[in-house]
């Protein structure tokens, strides 16, 4: 059984900073892309930032620049530094992997990890 935790949200005054982290257990020989996800109060989840397993990224505009997303795959963990944080930053952050089977390549499987709240205060 695979798991996806998450850590690393909280409470942050605008134009701070939080690294949120996410780790994947379970009987895993590789992962595909990883990456980041939110919503907020009434709106549907988004994309933040994703990273492919050659390490290609890919950020939603409203966070080209100040959010940089990385992986270990020592680790199966995925890290999102979040700087100059604004409150529309506010959200509930998800971590997705998409992950094959034990030994196989495909087919992939999307995981989520439980969520963590994201708050900043202007």
């Known amino acids: 059984q695979v798991q996806l935790v998450e850590s690393g949200g909280g409470l942050v005054e605008a134009g701070g900073s939080l690294r949120l982290s996410c780790a994947a257990s379970?009987?895993?020989?590789?992962?595909?892309?990883m990456g980041w996800y939110r919503q907020a109060p009434g709106k549907q989840r988004e994309l933040v930032a994703t990273?492919?397993?050659?390490?290609?990224?890919r950020y939603a505009d409203s966070v080209k620049g100040r959010f940089t997303l990385s992986r270990d795959d020592a680790k199966n963990t995925v890290n999102l530094q979040m700087n100059s944080l604004k409150p529309e930053d506010t959200a509930v952050y998800y971590c997705?992997?998409?992950?094959?089977?034990?030994?196989?390549?495909?087919?992939?499987?999307?995981?989520w990890g439980q969520g963590t709240q994201v708050t900043v205060s202007s």
């Open positions: 997705n992997a998409q992950i094959p089977p034990y030994g196989a390549s495909y087919p992939l499987f999307g995981y």
């Open positions: 379970g009987k895993i020989s590789s992962i595909n892309a």
């Open positions: 990273i492919t397993s050659g390490g290609s990224t």
